[in-house]
């Protein structure tokens, strides 16, 4: 399991460096997913399936897929078709594929050899015991992220929304008091 | 452990403004009505401020993850004090304002509640999400004004390099748990071998990740564009409960955890804070914006505060009190004037020097409150400043902290002619030149009383400060650590 922690956390470390060194979106995005997975696998090679499968199924797959959409969807115009075969080149996908292609090995390997249970220390961490402690002991960490995710919800709506047209701008010199909303 | 009622009672002022912050947001949903908006965000920050009262029955006690003690309530009274005073500054800076004006409210609940999280916590856990849900919010009140691009730029800027700090936060956070395996202060506190190098490395990372929220010298590059591009309230707010927020916790980590007392450590705090002063005073002096001005000022005054976080034992937590008290009401007084004169919004603030010039053939009693913030900025006696500078200096003095003491003296010199640069403004002769005014009836607002009273706050501290000082004795004395 040490290997597999090792291998993974180096994947992670070179997915990230791609992230940030590539000029392409799409490419850095791809990277990106890599590094989530990778990160997935140094928590399960840690003991921590349960933190592990949440961050295949929540960062690497309803967050990245979202991502990527967003992304591509901004991407549409004349030049989509060229951009697609362009993005299609060995060179773009060959380094997130070998990356992947590790750490799919590792992941073989692991369960080749059979002891899923094995981990570097410690017990295993299972949704149980992370459910004890975030309803127990931590509830308010659970309600201060509640709080957390609404600030950041009424943030974005109101910075990503457009400015009211129905609303002229208020008279700079006279200050006019315009109607009560 | 779980959470009792006791535990409940302590946590009771947190409760409230994230109830208010609720009520608010389904207030919105149901009708806008700004000024209800803000009559129910100020019932529900002075409830909380009463609930205070109860809290000190039960004080000191430690919740699973937040402890309660003096210092948390010290902190917490400021906060909301504070709160309440961008509260009112910006229900007339948003009165005309011509998008929805409710969310800022929310974004102002949320945050205050999060600066009250961090500054009670004695847990990793809740230093990480209270410092989130201070900063979160603030995003969004600094770019509230989003169409204004100056406004967008502060809220994209505090973002970014927000967001780097937080990493650093985490990095830092990382190295001291695979340390000790605890994220408890106590249990960190408990785990330390001598000179662990990974600790240390830990400790510094976090000292990155707090300075960057101080705008400690190294740190502190964002400072004068978020405060300028930001709106008036938010400036206020970020420049009040954020930075109290975070030298609390600050403070708690240096008294607290022993990563923190490192020789090294002390040593780089000292280089700082001389780092801090000079560099905040100097880069002040050439300053045409009276926000930026009161950016690098807010600076300097953070770098005098680290004294105490260099001493960090005997006086230190009485002084750090009084210092936070009387900088918090003089510099609410200062932002106040500028959003009472930018109010109702109409653009880009008025901010710059020359708007300032002749104020007081026209604002005559304006004019007095910004004269008054200024001379206490500058510490000048019979002032709420100057009792804050004589403990700092006390404390530099008492503890042979020589270089520290020739700093301060040295950034009050240099700080003395800024200030006075702004008064000489203020009483020119009136420039033809004259774009924005604060409303005829600004006296007899709720803005403007806030500000008048800030004012008289200010000169009653400086001329009679036994309450203040004896307050803050009391709570420094039951603060556990």
């Known amino acids: 399991m040490e290997v597999a922690f090792y291998l993974s956390g180096l994947v992670a470390v070179l997915a990230t460096l791609g992230v940030i060194t590539n000029t392409n979106p799409v490419h850095a995005l791809l990277y990106l997913v890599v590094s989530l997975i990778a990160v997935a696998l140094v928590f399960f090679s840690l003991g921590a399936p349960f933190a592990a499968?949440?961050?295949?199924?929540?960062?690497?797959?309803?967050?990245?897929?979202?991502?990527?959409?967003?992304?591509?969807?901004?991407?549409?115009g004349e030049a989509v078709v060229a951009q697609e075969r362009a993005w299609l080149k060995p060179r773009t996908w060959l380094g997130p594929a070998v990356l992947a292609a590790v750490l799919l090995l590792t992941l073989i390997a692991a369960l080749w050899r059979g002891d899923i249970g094995l981990v570097i220390s410690g017990e295993t961490l299972t949704a149980k015991a992370v459910g004890t402690t975030l309803f127990g002991p931590w509830l308010l960490i659970v309600e201060l992220a509640a709080m957390l995710l609404l600030a950041a919800l009424v943030t974005a709506?109101?910075?990503?929304?457009?400015?009211?047209?129905?609303?002229?701008?208020?008279?700079?010199?006279?200050?006019?008091?315009?109607?009560?909303? | 452990m779980t959470l009792t009622t006791t535990h409940l009672v302590a946590l009771l002022p947190l409760i409230l403004v994230?109830?208010?912050?609720?009520?608010v947001m389904l207030g919105i949903a149901w009708r806008r009505h700004h000024a209800a908006t803000v009559l129910v965000?100020?019932?529900?920050?002075?409830?909380?401020?009463?609930?205070?009262?109860?809290?000190?029955?039960?004080?000191?006690?430690?919740?699973?993850?937040?402890?309660?003690?003096?210092?948390?309530?010290?902190?917490?009274?400021?906060i909301l004090v504070s709160a309440l005073a961008c509260t009112t500054l910006g229900h007339a800076y948003l009165e005309h304002y011509t998008g929805p004006a409710e969310e800022f409210y929310l974004l102002l609940l949320c945050s205050a509640a999060g600066g009250m999280v961090l500054a009670a916590s004695q847990h990793l856990a809740t230093l990480f999400f209270g410092l989130e849900l201070l900063s979160m919010p603030l995003y969004g009140m600094l770019a509230y004004a989003f169409h204004e691009r100056r406004?967008?730029?502060?809220?994209?800027?505090?973002?970014?390099?927000?967001?780097?700090?937080?990493?650093?936060?985490?990095?830092?956070?990382?190295?001291?748990?695979?340390?000790?395996?605890?994220?408890?202060?106590?249990?960190?506190?408990?785990?330390?071998a001598e000179d662990?190098?990974?600790?240390?490395?830990?400790?510094?990372?976090?000292?990155?990740?707090?300075?960057?929220?101080?705008?400690?010298?190294?740190?502190?590059?964002?400072?004068?564009?978020?405060?300028?591009?930001?709106?008036?309230?938010?400036?206020?707010?970020?420049?009040?409960?954020?930075?109290?927020?975070?030298?609390?916790?600050l403070l708690r980590l240096v008294v607290v955890s022993p990563a923190f007392q490192g020789e090294w450590l002390q040593e780089t705090l000292v280089v700082l804070a001389l780092a801090t002063m000079l560099v905040g005073n100097l880069l002040a002096l050439t300053q045409s914006n009276l926000k930026r001005l009161l950016a690098y000022s807010s600076i300097a005054h953070f770098g005098y505060l680290m004294v105490a976080l260099v001493v960090s034992d005997g006086l230190a937590k009485e002084t750090a009190g009084v210092y936070l008290i009387?900088?918090?009401?003089?510099?609410?007084?200062?932002?106040?004037?500028?959003?009472?004169?930018?109010?109702?919004?109409?653009?880009?603030?008025?901010?710059?020097?020359?708007?300032?010039?002749?104020?007081?053939?026209?604002?005559?009693?304006?004019?007095?409150?910004?004269?008054?913030?200024?001379?206490?900025?500058?510490?000048?006696?019979?002032?709420?400043?100057?009792?804050?500078?004589f403990y700092i200096v006390a404390l530099g003095v008492e503890a042979e902290r020589w270089w520290l003491?020739?700093?301060?003296?040295?950034?009050?010199?240099?700080?003395?002619?800024?200030?006075?640069?702004?008064?000489?403004?203020?009483?020119?002769?009136?420039?033809?030149?004259?774009?924005?005014?604060?409303?005829?009836?600004?006296?007899?607002?709720?803005?403007?009383?806030?500000v008048m009273g800030l004012a008289l706050l200010v000169l009653l501290l400086g001329v009679y400060p036994a309450p203040m000082i004896e307050w803050v004795r009391v709570l420094a004395a039951t603060s556990i650590g």
């Open chain 2, 405 to 450: 003491v020739g700093g301060i003296i040295v950034g009050s010199a240099i700080g003395l002619y800024y200030y006075l640069r702004v008064m000489v403004t203020l009483f020119l002769v009136e420039a033809g030149m004259r774009r924005r005014d604060a409303p005829h009836d600004w006296g007899v607002r709720a803005g403007g009383v806030v």
């Open chain 1, 157 to 181: 709506s109101h910075v990503g929304r457009l400015a009211a047209p129905d609303k002229p701008p208020m008279h700079q010199e006279t200050g006019a008091r315009k109607e009560v909303r």
């Open chain 2, 41 to 78: 965000t100020a019932i529900g920050l002075n409830l909380a401020l009463l609930s205070l009262l109860v809290v000190w029955q039960v004080t000191p006690i430690e919740t699973p993850l937040l402890v309660v003690d003096g210092l948390t309530i010290f902190a917490t009274a400021l």
């Open chain 2, 196 to 249: 662990n190098a990974w600790a240390l490395a830990g400790a510094g990372m976090m000292l990155v990740a707090l300075g960057f929220k101080l705008s400690i010298v190294p740190f502190h590059l964002w400072a004068p564009d978020v405060y300028e591009g930001g709106p008036g309230p938010a400036a206020t707010f970020l420049a009040s409960v954020s930075k109290i927020a975070a030298f609390i916790i």
């Open chain 2, 151 to 192: 406004s967008l730029e502060a809220g994209i800027k505090y973002l970014i390099l927000s967001a780097a700090a937080t990493a650093f936060l985490l990095f830092g956070m990382a190295l001291l748990y695979s340390q000790t395996g605890r994220l408890d202060l106590a249990g960190l506190a408990s785990g330390f």
């Open chain 2, 326 to 389: 009387t900088y918090v009401v003089t510099v609410l007084a200062a932002f106040g004037v500028i959003t009472v004169l930018s109010s109702p919004y109409g653009g880009a603030d008025a901010a710059a020097l020359h708007h300032y010039r002749g104020l007081f053939w026209r604002r005559p009693y304006l004019t007095a409150v910004l004269t008054i913030t200024m001379l206490s900025l500058a510490g000048i006696p019979f002032t709420a400043g100057f009792i804050g500078k």
């Open chain 1, 53 to 76: 499968a949440l961050e295949v199924i929540v960062y690497a797959g309803a967050i990245m897929v979202l991502f990527v959409f967003v992304v591509m969807m901004l991407n549409l």
């Open chain 2, 18 to 23: 994230c109830a208010t912050a609720i009520a």
